[in-house]
């Protein structure tokens, strides 16, 4: 018997199933870099100071979809190398 439109198909769930979720649309944003680049209080060519805002996390973990970590690409400007981060 083949698929028909407005057939029922039920699909077993499994462990494996569970933990492919697929990425939910909020998570996929255009870069964050105005928001960012916002917060720079000085700049030269070793050395990018940030003023944090409350609130955002400074790495990621379980959860955590916006982070000063994962936003250190939009901070490399014209240099070859991602800024690295260091905290005071």
Known sequence: MRLE????????TSE?????KPVAA???KA???PEIRDSILYKDE???VLNKPPGL?????????????????TLQFDLNETPRLVRR
């Open 5 to 12: 439109q407005g057939f029922s198909v039920t699909v077993p």
């Open 16 to 20: 494996l199933a569970i933990q492919l």
């Open 26 to 28: 909020d998570v996929v």
């Open 31 to 33: 870069p964050p870099a």
């Open 46 to 48: 070793d050395i990018i």
């Open 57 to 73: 996390a400074t790495q990621g973990g379980t959860k955590t979809r916006k982070h000063v970590d994962g936003m250190l690409s």
